[in-house]
């Protein structure tokens, strides 16, 4: 049944993007002027998970690389890298700075100069889930670099934009932002069709059940993708010569747990401080929630990080939040 399972796999960046059309002009636009030797614009792209931020990106970085000779790029993701030590490193990793860094001594300083003293080819740094930069200075380090262009992801363009001091805050106010909406039913459809046609034997599954499967996804193309990957393991475990949709009904809660549970393993030591207290406790203040939290780490953040930290929690549907301000209690979801 399954003839490539890459295909079906979500780091899969296919050669063909559907119905991300107008994200993909404005996106080009905003870094095209670098084939030229000119400075590029920098870029936000925000919206919820699973709406194609990444893959147009590494499409457009795919595509520069083709045309442009002379072009470094690199990727960061910054929920894993989010001190400013370990972007900094990755962003000199990118041109091969990092040969004399020592990750247990080398002073932070020191990484800030050398991109500071950045003089090579124009390099375009993607910052993913800039949101969980535990500082956002580093931002300002890299605007400040000629030669260097941003692109920056983030869920809400409020949750990044909230943390940046007013100096930043009044230099990218007119960056070119492009806002990702969550895919429509019609358009998961066609995306799912791809990979079917790429990664599934002929009259594997119907039209009607992609449509059962998009429904369910709720906009995300990436649970849309796990619902699939999942249906037709269940399916060939049985020797089946189809998907029914009995296996795509039992494979729906199933790609949604996986995705959960591989969120959960992305959580910084903070984050998973907060997940374990929440799941412990149920229902909790956000004071209380505080509180415990304080006790538990070893050099805890701020209140205000601490509600940064849900928040992206939120959005990745592991925290659900109730009411508001003082009252305001959280939990894990269900
Ligand atoms: N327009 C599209 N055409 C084909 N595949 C797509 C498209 N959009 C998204 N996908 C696929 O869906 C999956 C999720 O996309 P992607 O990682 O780009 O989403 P995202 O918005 O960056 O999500 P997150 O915020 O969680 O990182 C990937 O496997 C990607 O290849």
């Known amino acids: ?66 045309n442009v000779i002379d072009l470094n790029t690199q990727y960061v993701n910054c929920w894993k ?40 080819p124009p390099y375009i740094v993607v910052l993913d889930e800039a949101d969980q930069l535990e500082t956002t200075d580093v931002l300002y380090n890299i605007y400040r670099t ?18 940046l001091d007013t100096r930043l805050k009044s230099r990218l106010q007119t960056i070119t932002r492009i806002h990702y909406k969550p895919y429509r039913s019609g358009e998961i459809v ?73 969120n959960v393993e992305k959580l910084t030591e903070d984050q998973r401080i907060l997940y374990d207290i929440l799941t412990e406790e149920g229902e909790i203040s956000a004071g209380r929630l505080y509180e415990s939290y304080r006790d538990r780490a070893d050099e805890p953040k701020t209140r205000r990080m601490m509600r940064y930290y849900l928040k992206k929690m939120q959005h990745y549907n592991l925290v659900v939040a109730n009411g508001e301000n003082r009252g305001r209690t959280y939990n894990t979801s269900s």
């Open 1 to 66: 049944m399954i003839t490539d399972a890459r295909v079906l796999q979500t780091e899969f960046v296919p050669k063909d993007l559907v119905h991300r059309d107008n994200e993909l002009t404005t996106l080009s636009a905003a870094l095209k002027p670098l084939t030229n030797g000119e400075p590029g614009e920098t870029t936000l792209l925000h919206g919820p998970p699973g709406v194609g931020k990444t893959c147009t990106t590494q499409y457009i970085l795919n595509q520069l690389h083709e």
């Open 190 to 262: 066609s995306i799912l069709e791809d990979r079917v046609h790429w990664g599934l034997e002929p009259d594997t599954v119907t039209r009607d059940q992609l449509e059962r499967i998009a429904v369910a996804s709720k906009g995300d193309s990436r649970v849309a993708i796990g619902v699939l990957r999942r249906a037709a393991r269940l399916a060939s475990q049985d020797n089946e010569r189809a998907i029914s949709d009995e296996y795509i009904d039992e494979a729906v809660p199933e790609a949604k747990t996986e995705i959960k549970q591989k």
């Open 81 to 120: 890298d989010h001190t400013q030590f370990q972007t900094l490193y990755r962003i000199l990793e990118g041109i091969d700075q990092t040969l004399d860094i020592h990750r247990q001594s080398t002073p932070t300083d020191k990484l800030r100069d050398r991109l500071h003293n950045y003089d090579g």
């Open 146 to 163: 000629p030669n260097i262009e941003m692109v920056l992801i983030a869920n809400q363009e409020a949750d990044l934009f909230s943390r």
